[in-house]
């Protein structure tokens, strides 16, 4: 049993609990966006919370309608641009995009037995990189042992859909992209599917083991493996779920 509490802020150098009138209001860099809004817009200061802070914009005196389209719209610009830098700041700068980033992989019988696995520090790549490349370590494994007939399963439909053909990859994983393609050559039959990153928790977990990692480490026995990477393994060959969580989005309204 858990219990749900809010997260610390991002923004404040003492961690506050991020609510949601913190984030929008009250940690430092909103009061500070806020301010200098304030002084350009010519707006009285004021206390109160969000809706309270949008009224007090409304329902200043305008100029002209360009000036009264101004006042509507700033404030909803403002908070918006606040919930996306949040956002940015928790979620996506954890190792950057691109970033330090690492590359994983597990080749597994039918039956859910591991063969064999891989961790590789890939230094600083974008996420769509760190996916080829990790893709092309997996596909040249499998040719080393003499492997032909295999299935490969990606979190990246992105990357799934270039191998396929139905998009261009960028100009700078070009080559990453025909290389792999190439090898698809050795195998007598191999299929591509895509399955959520739920279902990829030990390549997830090599992975990450990558990116702390400056070496390529490989794994060939269940017992090698991170204890991380090994407990989804067992999981996975247990056929126990993992499950992913998705909050509901509620209406902001004033």
Not at 2 to 10: H, Q, R, V
Not at 217 to 235: D, I, N, V
Request: charged share 20%.
């Amino acid at each position: 049993m858990g219990i749900p509490f809010p997260s610390k802020c991002a923004y404040c150098l003492k961690p506050m609990n991020a609510d949601g009138h913190h984030i929008f209001i009250d940690s430092n860099i909103s009061k500070a966006v806020w301010k200098c809004f304030i002084v350009q817009f010519g707006i009285r200061d004021y206390d109160g919370d969000i809706r309270q802070h949008m009224m007090v914009w409304w329902l200043s005196e305008y100029q002209n309608p360009i000036h009264k389209l101004l006042l509507q719209t700033a404030p909803l610009v403002i908070s918006w641009n606040i919930w996306k830098a949040r956002n940015k700041s928790k979620y996506d700068q954890q190792r950057g995009n691109p970033g330090i980033s690492g590359g994983g992989g597990v080749i597994r019988r039918h039956t859910g037995e591991m063969v064999g696995a891989f961790a590789a520090s890939f230094g600083t790549q974008s996420n769509n990189a760190a996916e080829s490349m990790a893709l092309n370590m997996g596909l040249q494994w499998c040719i080393d042992q003499g492997h032909k007939n295999i299935i490969v399963e990606l979190d990246s439909l992105l990357v799934i859909n270039w191998m396929l053909g139905k998009f261009n990859p960028p100009w700078s994983l070009l080559t990453t992209i025909e290389e792999a393609k190439r090898k698809t050559n050795f195998f007598n039959e191999i299929q591509f599917m895509h399955c959520f990153r739920e279902a990829n928790k030990v390549a997830d977990a090599l992975a990450n083991e990558g990116a702390e990692i400056n070496v390529v480490k490989w794994f060939y026995s269940t017992h090698e493996l991170p204890s991380q990477a090994r407990g989804h393994l067992y999981m996975d060959k247990d056929q126990l779920p993992n499950y992913r969580i998705r909050y509901s989005k509620k209406l902001f309204c004033l």
